[in-house]
Each structure stands twice: as C-alpha cells, then as structure tokens.
C-alpha cells in the first residue's frame, strides 16, 4: 500500500511540476517563488485524499474489489487534486507572511516572502490561487471530466477557499474576538480553515468518478471529520505555541486526544462499508492521524 500511495504522490507532484509555468519563464522572480511554495512538498495529504476518494467510489460503482480498473479514474482525479495542492500552497504562503503568522521557515527552507520578499510572496499565492481554477476549467480538463464536472469542482473548491471557507477560519484565527470561547470556536474555525479544503478534496474525488446522491452524502461527512480530526493532532503537536483558539489549549492534552480518537473512530466508521473498496483511503487515513 505504501508503494502505491507513493506512486500516486510522484504522480501528483509530477502534474504539479507540470502545471506551474518553469522557472525561467518571464516574469521569472514569481515563477520562482511559486514553485518555491509548492517544491519539495509536504505528505501531499489533501491532493491524495482526491485520488483515494475517487478511486473507492471508481470501485464501489463497478461493484469490484480489485485493482486494474481505476486508470481512467486516476486521470480525472488528477486536475482537482493539483487545484486542492496549489491553493493549499497559496494559503501557506499567506499564513506565514509577517502581517499573519509571520514565520521565517517552512519545512526546513526559508518561507517564500523571506527568499523572495513580502509583495512577491504575496503575488506567488494570488497566482498558484488562479491557476487552480485554470487546471480545473481549461480545454483539457473539461475534455477529460465533462463540462458538468468541471464546472462543479470550480463550484466546490471556490466555496471551499473563500470567505465561507478556509478564508473565513483564517480570519478567524487571527482575530482577537472571542478568544477563550470554547471548543464551539474552535471547531467553527478548524471546520473552516482545515477542514473546507479536506473536504473539498474528498468531494471531488467522489464527484469525479460518479458518486450516487447517497456515497456523497456518506464521504462529505468523513472528509469533516478527518479535517477536524487532523487539526486536533496537529494543535496537540504545537501545544507549546500557547494559541488559545487550538483544541489542545481549550480542552487540556489528555482531553483533546480522546477527542481527535472519537472523530478518528467516526471517521472510520463510515468507511467499513467501502473497507476493500477504499483500501488507499483507509491506509492514508490510519497513517495520517494518530492519537495514540
């Protein structure tokens, strides 16, 4: 399992080296600082939760369990899980400016406005942001998905990245009212910021290989609880920031992680029906939140 899910990963991160113009293309600074916000990437976990999605639905449609069959599948999961990577990347680049977050380094480099200075950063993230939407709405994506498709995926990652959406949970991290609410402030804001694109991902893996009414309905629920879920673990891993917004400070370590072992259980729950079908998904989410 582990090998395929890093074929698919090589396979995403390839797309995405494709996507982005190269990097002495004119105007070559802003190439630069794209592909320095988006190479060498992370886990690459919201880009895989699209495939992983699609490829459980691609079989559970066909009424199989075995693999071969999920080629064409992969093809068209492909433009949306590079969109989800690109604004995922974009939102970072915004997170660490010196106005939000203001960090000097992201996996181990220096972070895109400090290599490349703050307007820069700025216009890098408002470009990786419109090429999302470009990958998943130019000529060859609407060939490969079918204009319906298409045009629900900019519908989905639009809602997902925009003021309802991650922006809003960004807005509220950095706002000073309601600080020391509670857990409802800070499920509202992880549903936000985290979880929208998690579950964006999920959508339009489902969307992609023809999900009924019914298995979207189901994976809409487990793309919010693994986005919460993931923000637990990793509010618990920087408890030491001393951000009253995170689960970690609100509900104390102990509290915290049998709540992210509750969501994690839910989660998986929902995914016994589709256990061989959506063999990937079960992996990459076992793998990816642990609360032991």
Known sequence: MERTISIWKKTIDDALDAAIPSSDTYPEKLHQAMRHGVFPGGKRIRPLLVLCTGV????????????????????????????????????????????????????????????????????????????????????????LMGPVTSAGIVLELAKASGSLGMVGGQVMDISPVCRGSGVEYAEKMSDLKTGAL??????????????????????????????????????????????SLSFSQVLGIEEARSYGTNLLSSAIDILKPYEKQGKELLWLTLGTLRFS
Request: glycine letters at 8%.
């Open 56 to 143: 459980l639905v691609n079989r559970a449609r066909r009424g199989e369990e075995k693999e071969g069959s999920e080629a064409e599948v992969l093809r068209k999961s492909i433009p949306p899980a590079v969109a989800i990577e690109l604004i995922h990347s974009y939102s970072l680049i915004h997170d660490d400016l010196p106005c939000m977050d203001n960090d000097d380094y992201r996996r181990g480099l220096p972070t895109v406005h400090r290599a490349f200075g703050e307007a820069e950063a700025i216009l890098a993230g408002d470009a990786l942001l419109s090429l999302a939407f470009e990958v998943v709405s130019n000529e060859d994506a609407v060939n």
């Open 198 to 243: 998690m579950r964006a991902a999920v959508r339009c893996g489902a969307m992609v290989a023809g999900a009924s009414p019914g298995q979207l309905k189901e994976l809409t629920r487990f793309g919010e609880l693994f986005g919460r879920a993931f923000q637990v673990q990793d509010d618990i891993h920087d408890f030491y920031e001393e951000d």
